[in-house]
C-alpha cells in the first residue's frame, strides 16, 4: 500500500463479545502489521500472542494525597471535609486511603499545618513486545488508577511510530468495549472500525449507542455479528436495521467450543485448526476489511 499505515479498530458495545478473538483470529493473515491492545484495563491480546518483552515504560495513573506525618498535628480537618472518605484515623494518626483519594487537592488546601501534598503516581504501564505476528504494543492500568483513555491514546500514538519504522501496512487496534473515554481515544483519527455484536436485544442496543458514538467522528465502520447461530431470528433482525442504516455485515462467526480451546491453548482458530469451516469464515472476513479498506 502507497500510502501510511491503515488503523483499523475492533470496538464493541460491551465486554465479551470477541473483539480478542477476532483480531487473534485475523493475525496470521494480515502480514505486514502493527498491533495494539488499547483495552487497558484487562488487555489480554498478549495471553494469545505470547510475546517477548522489548521494554516497559510507567506512565501517570493520576495524582494522590500524602500526609507528612511528621508536620501533621492531628487536628482532624481533612478528614471532616474529605467527601470521597479516603482520610483515616488509625493507630493515632491520619492516613490517606490511596484506593479512596481523588486527588481532588481540598485537604492540601485546608490542611493548617501544610502537611499534606499532593503526588503524581505512575502505577500504569505502556508496554512494547513483539510476537510472532509482529509488534504488539499495549497498556496496563494499575489497580484502581486512572487516566485509561490518555493510556489508550499513548499505546495507539506508539503503534503507529512503530508501524512508521517498520513500513507496516496495517495497524489492528483490539479496541476497549463500551462507550467511554477509553473507547472514544480507541476511535479518534482511525480509519475504520469494526463493530463486534451479539445477536440479542442488548447486544443490539449495545451495537446503536457505538454506532452512535462513532457516527460522531464520521468513521466509516463494518460490522460483524460473533456467535450469529445461537439466535439466528435476532440476527436476522440485526442485519436488516443495519442495512437500512447502509452499513455492511462483513461476517457472521457461528459459535464453536474449539474457539475457547484454541485460545486456551495461547493460538488462535486458524493456527490450531487451519482447515476447519471457521477458520475460512475469519479469512473471508479479512479479505472484506481489504476491500473496505481499499474503497476508503
Not at 490517606?96 to 505512575?122: K, S, T, Y
Not at 489492528?172 to 467511554?180: A, E, K, M, T, Y
Not at 493456527?271 to 476489511?289: C, Q, S, Y
Amino acid at each position: 500500500m502507497n500510502r501510511k499505515p491503515f488503523e483499523i479498530v475492533i470496538l464493541s458495545g460491551k465486554g465479551g463479545t470477541g473483539k480478542t478473538s477476532l483480531v487473534a483470529a485475523m493475525a496470521g493473515f494480515t502480514g505486514n502489521c502493527v498491533f495494539a491492545d488499547c483495552d487497558v484495563d484487562a488487555a489480554d491480546l498478549h495471553l494469545i500472542f505470547q510475546p517477548q518483552l522489548l521494554k516497559e515504560e510507567s506512565f501517570p495513573s493520576g495524582s494522590k494525597a500524602v500526609i507528612d506525618q511528621q508536620d501533621c498535628t492531628s487536628c482532624g480537618v481533612c478528614m471532616d471535609l474529605c467527601r470521597f472518605y479516603a482520610i483515616q484515623f488509625s493507630h493515632g494518626q491520619y492516613a490517606i486511603d490511596p484506593f479512596a483519594c481523588e486527588g481532588c487537592g481540598l485537604c492540601v488546601v485546608a490542611c493548617p499545618a501544610e502537611a499534606i501534598r499532593i503526588e503524581e503516581n505512575h502505577l500504569n504501564a505502556l508496554v512494547y513486545s513483539h510476537s510472532r505476528f509482529g509488534s504488539l504494543v499495549y497498556g496496563r492500568l494499575g489497580i484502581g488508577e486512572e487516566n485509561s483513555g490518555k493510556l489508550v491514546s499513548e499505546v495507539r500514538k506508539n503503534a503507529r511510530e512503530k508501524a512508521v519504522q517498520t513500513g507496516a501496512d496495517w495497524i489492528l487496534v483490539d479496541g476497549p468495549p463500551g462507550i467511554g473515554c477509553p473507547a472514544i481515544s480507541s476511535v479518534t483519527g482511525a480509519d475504520l472500525v469494526i463493530a463486534v455484536t451479539e445477536p440479542s436485544r442488548s447486544g443490539w442496543h449495545d451495537l446503536e449507542r457505538l454506532l452512535e458514538m462513532t457516527g460522531k467522528f464520521k468513521t466509516p465502520v463494518g460490522v460483524v455479528i460473533n456467535k450469529y447461530d445461537l439466535r439466528e431470528e435476532m440476527s436476522e433482525k440485526i442485519e436488516k436495521a443495519l442495512e437500512q442504516r447502509k452499513l455492511p455485515v462483513l461476517g457472521k462467526i457461528p459459535y464453536e467450543e474449539k474457539v475457547v480451546q484454541a485460545l486456551v491453548e495461547g493460538k488462535s482458530l486458524p493456527e490450531a485448526l487451519p482447515d476447519h469451516p471457521l477458520t475460512g469464515v475469519f479469512r473471508e472476513i479479512w479479505e472484506k476489511i481489504e476491500r473496505m479498506a481499499g474503497d476508503i
